[in-house]
């Protein structure tokens, strides 16, 4: 059986590679980084300490935007003004330079900061640098080490915080927007912090980067604490490669990837089961909405993210083991839960269609809602979890998504440019859905989704619980402690599915190329026959009905048998088709009952004529038809490495030919349906 598991293995990562389109273009780009060795904690806000003020000019436009503080508030601001004056700062930058000790505090007051001498022109050492030779590039901007960094830190950063600890920047307003870093998308990053930990980010915002307006990286121990991020390009918090870092009461909208993408966090879980000590970064009380997706993460490892909303974003959430060059491939042991995760269907593809996101960054009106997608999503989905493992979901409203509350697959290897066969194989395991609230509001109102679960069927250990209106509608259950759960054991997943994941992540932004045959893309999506999967099952059915009447009428007019199977056999197929047009539908089992039943008599009518072999093959096929049905209608078989449907397709690859030539080979005559015997030869199949 290994061997045999190993042999479809090899032919389906083949026909994946085919079928697959090229979608390996980087998540996120960056140096390769150090491993951190998690001796860090999460900072934790001071009121005290070496205290250095930053602050405008301006005193009419000071007064203005603290006229409606509280009198309190207002007060302690008009006192720090005075002194900021005297010995403060203009820019942040300049402050945090001039931190020289650890545990420096920086407040910062009302105001918007441009950072004026960040965006000069480069020197020409950094000018050489960025039109030199390096690793990769993000929107022009090269990819730098860490010494480049250190050497021109305004190349790519508004803001730049390189090698300080314990670093707190604060804004002195009632609310995140009173302190407002603008990079006006003249830089990639609004501001980073790299090598900084124990930086602790609060009451502030940042907005109009070309890629991040706030990115943390390589960092033990990191908080950003009522802070907001909006019209980037892509993510308002990046954080990559770091340990020790929680996200708490912030906000993120109008980013082209994601409000949220702590990607790559430490991996200090790969080696363990469902019994997780901590967790590398935590998110609460958040507010992803406006995005294309609320909350990203590829290679998000150990990440719990619970009591957040979700909202209005493309999706909105995604963590992922789908793009090369992360750490900690693949995703592993994050948890959800206690989150919202609701009407995510926002369409924003219309924007890639017509050119918008082709002009330049300030013309293409991220101000007034326009948001250009980074990747190619279901517009509608609540959660897509390509190739994750030891997840969980609990507890979540997952509601008012059109397309689906989940969508999950796996991800193979080469993808994400493991070559190795065990890594064809080695996502989707052990996650648990775990009384998730699907298709209702907080409120107890019903908002379904258009389906709770959308599933490739591939994973080992996989469970849930009460879980209906799924796409495969005998998702196993996790049991209790009484009795365990059996969980899922498919190596590979539902051809159908399979097929329709890699057609659909044929999204190309920059090209404009949003993929003809997939359901996915709002305005632009597939539907009907138009849909890939549907295109296979209508031409499959056809091709198989016609084999099926031309097997009749050439070889088994005399075989009322054979008649009544050719009659299932037909109506099955059309049933299928109906089934996989409507996903979801119990007409698919049903469809495959039929289709099955109408082949074992077809096989049987077979066996009963010189081409006895042939009858035996379409038995096969009849057999795994059936096992289908029952896989999808009543129970997924248990211990099954692959699904029966994908032993059915290759058993109907070898039967197509084989039919064609029997129907080929036969005389115009009716042939009478004779008694076979042990010594009958089949007939002699010739073109």
Known sequence: MKAYTRLLGIVAVVAMAILGPATAASAHEERPTRELDGTGSVPVYRTTGPTLLVCKTDPADFATRIAAFPADLKAANEQLWTQCQQDGYRHIQ??????????????????????????ASASPQCAAMENGA?????????????????????????????????LQLEGTGANPADVLVDAQYKKLNAIRADNADGVYFRNMSAQRAQFNAFYIMETDGFVVDRTMGRWNDEYAFLT??????????????????????????????????????????????????????????????????????????????????AFPDHPGMPQNHSKFENNVIADNNTDY?????????????EQRGYEQGVVCPAVGLPVGAGVVNPGGNYNIWRGNHIYGNRYSGFVTSFVPGFVRNDTGF???????????????????????????????????????GSCWTDMSDTNIRTVPGCGDDDLPAIGSHRYLGEPAGTLKMYACAGYDGGRQHLPSDCDWYGEYAASGLARIEVKWAFGGAVLLGLLAIGLYYRRLRASKRALLGLLLAVCGLTVGVFGTIETGSVLHPIGLALYGAGFALLGLALRGTRARRLGTATLIVAVFALLGAIDHGLIMIPYLPVSPALLRVLSEVVWIPWALGAVLAAGRAPAAAAPATPDAEPEPVTA
Request: charged fraction near 20%.
């Open 94 to 119: 300049q402050a945090v330079d001039a931190a020289h000790l650890p545990g420096t505090n920086i407040k910062i007051l009302p105001g918007v900061y441009l950072e004026e001498p960040s965006i």
């Open 134 to 166: 390096v690793r990769g590039r993000i929107y022009g901007y090269p990819v730098l080490t860490w010494d480049q960094q250190l050497a021109c830190p305004h190349l790519a950063n508004l803001v730049a915080i390189l090698g300080k600890k314990n």
């Open 240 to 321: 990559f490669a770091v340990d020790h870092g929680l996200y708490t009461d912030c906000e993120g909208y109008g980013n082209g990837d994601s409000a949220f993408y702590p990607g790559a966090a430490s991996n200090i879980n790969k080696d363990r089961g469902h019994d997780v000590p901590r967790y590398a970064v935590e998110i609460q009380r958040c507010h992803g909405h406006h995005n294309t997706l609320g909350y990203s993460g590829t290679a998000g490892d150990s990440v719990w993210v619970h009591d957040s909303v979700f909202t209005e974003n493309t999706a909105g959430i995604a963590t992922d083991s």
């Open 349 to 361: 593809y219309r924007h890639i269609v017509d050119g918008t996101c082709k002009k330049p960054f």
């Open 422 to 460: 065990a890594q064809q194989f080695d996502t989707s395991h052990h996650n648990r859905y775990l009384d998730n609230v699907m298709g209702v509001s907080e409120q107890g109102e019903a908002k379904p989704n258009g389906l709770n679960f959308w599933w490739d069927g591939q994973g080992v």
